[in-house]
């Protein structure tokens, strides 16, 4: 803002002053300490005082965070380079120099990365296919400034199947998604683990959270099919370590309208809990929760039913039935881009090599 | 108490009274206490190194998941180093004086923390990198804390002329130690970094979360970054140094282990919720 100032009155010199002043501001040993210190000063208040969400947010993600961390970046680049301009070169010299650059273009990667960056969650019951092209299939996305999501994401992903216990060599790898990703092309399908994640035209895909997702079908009295839907349950850590799977928010049990479809009357709220059999977790109960609708909260209503079926069992609420006739599990599964990846972990090992050499030469040479 | 406990405990008691054997050896100004401490702590690492291969061996796994295993295998490493340097030179004894007492602290505490191995394989830690994050970690830990045992050495020389003292390395020797361990703990410490970087990027996609422990392993890596440009930047030497050294472990020790403690999780990364 001020050069622009600057310009617009002319002088040269002028300008050439700023320049100056800009300069010796960045390169100044006390700006560095300055930005040590509140750089210090953040990260501990963020870490010790206040919750990781909350940190995150205000100051690890802020603009003015960041834009200390750039500072300090200038700072290396107009302290450390002048200052060893017309050193005569040695090992140690070398090994230093080449840990300042990385760390410069360790920030250069950061930067890149920040811009053009893609991060999506999405959910899938077994057998589902999404086309990630569209808004409409993420839970939660976050993307850089210069993402262009219809012209890099033109591709759909289907989820197959999940295991539990997934062996790799005879190691237990735990919960497995079996996935394909594909566009006009090619298709790739692979189980992605804990340390297995698939990538595809630079995208990766990771295994994030999974549970269950029972189908719920309503029936009228002479048997007819009037609706089904896969409704996908939370897992809900109770104080006895176990879980509890039922529809509601990732913290509470909850209800939902049903049927939850906008264009169908919905007739009543229903909360379903399943408990899976323990030799077969796809095999289990469910139990039905069926209150009558009269207002926005479900608690007004009448109990219409409340009780346990098996697997395909009707049970009878009013004019219909109600039954879970299938479970399936669904998935959720992060989405990510980072193209400045390669440069990040590459300027990482870089300067990692530049400590070493700076070390090894300062031991060679004291012998 | 199964065999696994009983070593462990075995080494908490040797490490106790070598902790004292040095303290009063500084007190009384008695180096025989010092060579007694030496073989206390020797004894007490084998029964670290014992009570570590008992749970690896029962759990199948890195004994590293959670924080007593941490600082019990953090110790051993320390230790390891410390006695290393000890074989390396006689005139460094006066180190353990900081360094037993400190192990003792922090492995008793892992003791009273101590859980039943879980038998479960966490998938995650099935990963190479964790290798090298850990081996990072722990010998970064032991680095620093002898860098910080030679800052004590140093301010003792300085203060006391006569006696044992008298048979310390000179301040310069001293000065330089401190600043080689220092060198090789940033080192060691740049290692877990990068390693944990990738290794999150493997298991989450991301490669630096903001999660208190990463935080703090930052800032511990700046703080020594720093006292490596006080050093060479600004000329600083001696005492400022030693102090800080001292400083500086106290805040290693609490992003390690204290900020996990606190809350409630070590490292989001080791919980795998299913
Ligand atoms: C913020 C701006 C920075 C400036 C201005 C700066 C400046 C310097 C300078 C001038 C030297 C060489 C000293 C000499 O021989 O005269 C140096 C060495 C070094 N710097 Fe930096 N540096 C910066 C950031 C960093 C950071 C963030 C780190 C990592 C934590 C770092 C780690 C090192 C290391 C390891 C050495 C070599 C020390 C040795 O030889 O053992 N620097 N720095």
């Known amino acids: 803002m001020q050069l622009k100032g600057n310009r617009n009155s002319g002088g040269r010199w002028r300008k050439l002053r700023i320049f100056n002043q800009l300069y010796n501001f960045l390169s100044s040993v006390r700006l560095t300490i300055v930005l040590f210190v509140l750089i210090l000063i953040s990260c501990v208040t963020g870490t010790a005082l206040l919750p990781v969400p909350v940190a995150r947010l205000f100051i690890f993600s802020s603009i003015w965070f960041n834009v200390l961390l750039v500072f300090l970046i200038s700072n290396v680049a107009f302290c450390f380079f002048p200052k060893i301009w017309r050193r005569k070169i040695d090992l140690i010299f070398a090994g230093m120099i080449i840990f300042h650059l990385s760390f410069i273009l360790l920030f250069i990667g950061i930067v890149y990365d920040s811009m053009f960056y893609f991060r999506g969650t999405i959910r899938l019951t077994e057998g589902e296919t999404l086309n990630l092209a569209d ?101 809900i850590r109770e104080e006895n370590k176990k879980y509890l ?6 913290e509470a049990p909850g209800y939902i309208p049903f049927p939850q479809d906008s264009i169908l009357q919905q007739l009543f709220y229903l909360q379903a809990k399943y408990y899976p059999s323990p030799k077969n977790s796809r095999i289990g109960e469910v139990f039905f929760d069926v209150r009558e609708i009269v207002s926005d909260d479900p608690e007004d209503g009448k109990e219409l039913f409340s009780g346990s079926a098996a697997l395909r069992e009707r049970v009878s609420v009013g004019d219909y039935f109600l039954s879970m006739e299938e479970v399936r599990y669904w998935a959720s599964i992060d989405i990510r881009h980072n193209p400045g990846l390669p440069l990040i972990f590459t300027s990482l090992w870089i300067g990692f090599g530049g400590i070493i050499l700076t070390t090894v030469a300062r031991l060679i040479k004291r012998k | 108490m199964n065999s696994e406990m009983v070593f462990f405990w075995t080494a908490v008691a040797f490490y106790g009274l070598s902790a004292f054997s040095y303290i009063f050896g500084l007190i009384s100004m008695k180096e025989k206490l010092f ?67 400190v192990a003792f602290v922090l492995i008793g505490w892992a ?9 479960q394989i966490a998938p995650s830690l099935q990963s190479y990198w964790l290798w090298f994050h850990i081996v990072g970690a722990s010998t970064g830990f032991g680095a620093v804390l002898v860098a910080a045992g030679t800052g004590l050495v140093f301010l003792l020389k300085e203060r006391y002329k006569t006696g044992i003292y008298e048979k310390l390395p000179d301040p310069d020797s001293l000065d330089n130690l401190n600043y080689r361990f220092v060198a090789g703990g940033f080192i060691m410490f740049g290692l877990m970094l990068i390693s944990g970087a990738l290794w999150s990027n493997q298991v989450h996609g991301k490669y630096w979360n903001w999660d208190p422990v990463e935080s703090w392993s930052l ?8 006292f490596l440009h006080l050093r060479i930047t600004m000329g600083w030497r001696g005492r400022s ?22 809350v409630q999780n070590f490292h989001t990364g080791f919980r795998i919720e299913h």
């Open chain 1, 135 to 235: 808004s409409r299939s993420y839970d939660h996305i976050e993307q850089g400034r210069f993402f262009e999501r219809e012209r890099n994401l033109k591709m759909w992903i289907v989820l197959h199947k999940l295991v539990t216990g997934h062996k790799v060599n005879g190691k237990n790898m735990g919960v497995a998604n079996e996935i394909s990703v594909g566009g006009r092309e090619e298709v790739k399908r692979d189980f992605i683990y804990v340390i297995n994640h698939l990538e595809y035209k630079g995208f990766k895909f990771y295994r994030a959270r999974d549970g269950f997702s029972p189908l719920i079908v309503l029936r009228d009295r002479n048997g007819n099919v009037l609706y089904g839907a896969y409704s996908p349950l939370q897992s």
């Open chain 1, 245 to 250: 799977y039922v529809i509601g928010t990732a």
């Open chain 2, 111 to 119: 003791g009273t923390l101590m859980k039943e191995v879980s038998g």
């Open chain 2, 219 to 226: 800032v511990c890596w700046l703080i020594y970054g720093m």
């Open chain 2, 35 to 101: 060579s007694a401490g030496l073989i206390l702590s020797f004894l007490g690492l084998a029964g670290n190194v014992t009570a570590v291969a008992f749970r690896w061996i029962k759990g199948g796994v890195l004994p590293f998941s959670d924080i007593s295993e941490s600082i019990t295998s953090g110790v051993l490493i320390a230790i390891a180093i410390f006695l290393i340097v000890q074989a390396s030179s006689k005139r460094l004894r006066a180190i353990g004086a900081l360094v037993m007492p």
């Open chain 2, 241 to 262: 140094l030693a102090w800080y050294s001292m400083v500086a472990v106290l805040v290693m020790i609490t992003s390690y282990w204290g900020i996990p403690f606190v």
